[in-house]
């Protein structure tokens, strides 16, 4: 790799925030507040957790959650375990969800407990490893197999991993359709485009230090046309919604 070139990553996004702008506020979730240090803690646990379950760089991890918290660290965990993130759209019926799984080879799926209903009828058929409920306070759904996501974290460290990738082509995301015109298509996001549509959005928007942005945009969508990256490069505020449920 010549010295005068840096593979693009929002990952580094995370690393700057974290280290510039360390006790400003990232997220507001209700009554909780979380730093950006807090915040890149947090991902590095997650990601070491995803390492420490058997994803392995290039394994695709399932998300299907509201915009939640834990959503948004996942936009930063998967990459940072070299993993790619799969975030499912909630709104879609048991059997797509299902397809899209099988579709892109998801080793794992983190799915909040209040969408038990969306995966029960498919969970057996499921082609992953494990599944992972989301604030699931004291067990995973009833009748249902997994483990708690709290039991996932603890499964990782502190220890650091680079903020860094070899290969900005390397694919970050997939993102599916909703599948209006047949079944869910799937299009891959790499490191480099990620990167520089965030810086895009915060020049089309005029994201600026006075921002605080209200998570109604479904991170599901097109990895929320990239806002939860965008957001971090300029550290700012991430507020996510009244309700986990909300559209």
Same mark, same amino acid.
């Given at each position: 790799?010549?010295?005068?070139? $840096?593979?693009?990553?929002?990952?580094?996004?995370?690393?700057?925030?974290?280290?510039?702008?360390?006790?400003?506020?990232?997220?507001?979730?209700?009554?909780?507040?979380?730093?950006?240090?807090?915040? *890149?803690?947090?991902?590095?646990?997650?990601?070491?957790?995803?390492?420490?379950?058997?994803?392995?760089?290039?394994?695709?991890?399932?998300?299907?959650?509201?915009?939640?918290? $834990?959503?948004?660290?996942?936009?930063?965990?998967?990459?940072?375990?070299? *993993?790619?993130?799969?975030?499912?759209?909630?709104?879609?019926?048991?059997?797509?969800?299902?397809?899209?799984?099988?579709? *892109?080879?998801?080793?794992?799926?983190?799915?909040?407990? &209040?969408?038990?209903?969306?995966?029960?009828?498919?969970?057996?058929?499921?082609?992953?490893? &494990?599944?992972?409920?989301?604030?699931?306070?004291?067990?995973?759904?009833?009748?249902?197999?997994?483990?708690?996501?709290?039991?996932?974290?603890?499964?990782?460290?502190?220890?650091?991993?680079?903020?860094?990738?070899?290969?900005?082509?390397?694919?970050?995301?997939?993102?599916?359709?909703?599948?209006? $015109?047949?079944?869910?298509?799937?299009?891959?996001?790499?490191?480099?485009?990620?990167?520089?549509?965030?810086?895009?959005?915060?020049?089309?928007?005029?994201?600026?230090?006075? $921002?605080?942005?209200?998570?109604?945009?479904?991170?599901?969508?097109?990895?929320?046309?990239?806002?939860?990256?965008?957001?971090?490069?300029?550290?700012?505020?991430?507020?996510?919604?009244?309700?986990?449920?909300?559209?």
């Amino acid at each position: 790799m010549p010295v005068h070139i $840096t593979p693009l990553s929002p990952l580094a996004f995370l690393e700057r925030s974290r280290s510039v702008f360390a006790h400003a506020t990232a997220v507001v979730d209700g009554d909780r507040r979380i730093t950006y240090r807090e915040l *890149a803690a947090e991902v590095t646990r997650v990601a070491r957790a995803l390492r420490a379950s058997g994803v392995a760089p290039g394994d695709r991890v399932a998300y299907l959650c509201p915009n939640t918290p $834990t959503l948004l660290v996942a936009h930063f965990a998967v990459p940072l375990a070299g *993993a790619v993130l799969v975030a499912v759209n909630t709104r879609l019926s048991p059997q797509e969800v299902l397809a899209i799984c099988a579709h *892109a080879g998801a080793r794992m799926i983190v799915a909040d407990a &209040e969408l038990a209903p969306t995966l029960a009828p498919v969970i057996a058929d499921l082609p992953v490893d &494990e599944v992972v409920w989301d604030d699931a306070a004291l067990a995973p759904p009833e009748g249902l197999p997994g483990i708690r996501y709290a039991d996932l974290v603890a499964r990782g460290s502190d220890e650091p991993l680079p903020w860094v990738v070899d290969d900005e082509d390397a694919t970050i995301a997939i993102n599916y359709t909703s599948g209006t $015109t047949g079944a869910p298509k799937g299009v891959m996001y790499t490191h480099r485009g990620a990167y520089l549509n965030s810086l895009g959005e915060n020049l089309t928007a005029g994201h600026g230090q006075d $921002t605080v942005y209200l998570w109604t945009l479904p991170m599901v969508h097109c990895n929320g046309w990239c806002h939860p990256w965008a957001i971090v490069a300029l550290a700012l505020i991430n507020i996510s919604e009244p309700t986990s449920q909300a559209a």
